[in-house]
Nanobody, 117 residues
Framework: QVQLAESGGGLVQAGGSLRLSCAAS????????MNWHRRAPGKSRELVAS???????AYGDSVKGRFVISGDTAKGTIYLQMNSLKPEDTAVYYC???????????WGQGTQVTVSS
């Protein structure tokens, strides 16, 4: 089993920055990929960024060039540096992990990010 805990959300003005953190615990050796997703009101969940155990990084199209994912999946700690925030970035941000143990996909409880115009 893997447990995930996010921190760092909050309220920020458009153009500002925030940094989210995610710490995993439990069976860290089973983690393959860690990621950030978000869900805005009335919208489906979307991928923000992901980093694999071997260092491969991917970003959602809407955040490329503005957000940076970092950390160490093997150690179970990742971060999301969010720059040039826009009101449309307002969402609940979830830390996720894909692992080799059932149920294979794990999620944190989420942290609210609100960007005011």
């Amino acid at each position: 089993q893997v447990q995930l805990a996010e921190s760092g959300g909050g309220l920020v003005q458009a153009g500002g920055s925030l940094r989210l953190s995610c710490a995993a615990s439990g069976s860290l050796s089973s983690i393959i990929t860690m990621n950030w997703h978000r869900r805005a009101p009335g919208k489906s969940r979307e991928l923000v960024a992901s980093v694999s155990r071997d260092g491969k990084i991917a970003y959602g199209d809407s955040v490329k060039g503005r957000f940076v994912i970092s950390g160490d999946t093997a150690k179970g700690t990742i971060y999301l540096q969010m720059n040039s925030l826009k009101p449309e970035d307002t969402a609940v941000y979830y830390c996720g992990a894909d692992a080799m143990l059932r149920p294979y996909n794990y999620w944190g409880q989420g942290t609210q990010v609100t960007v005011s115009s």
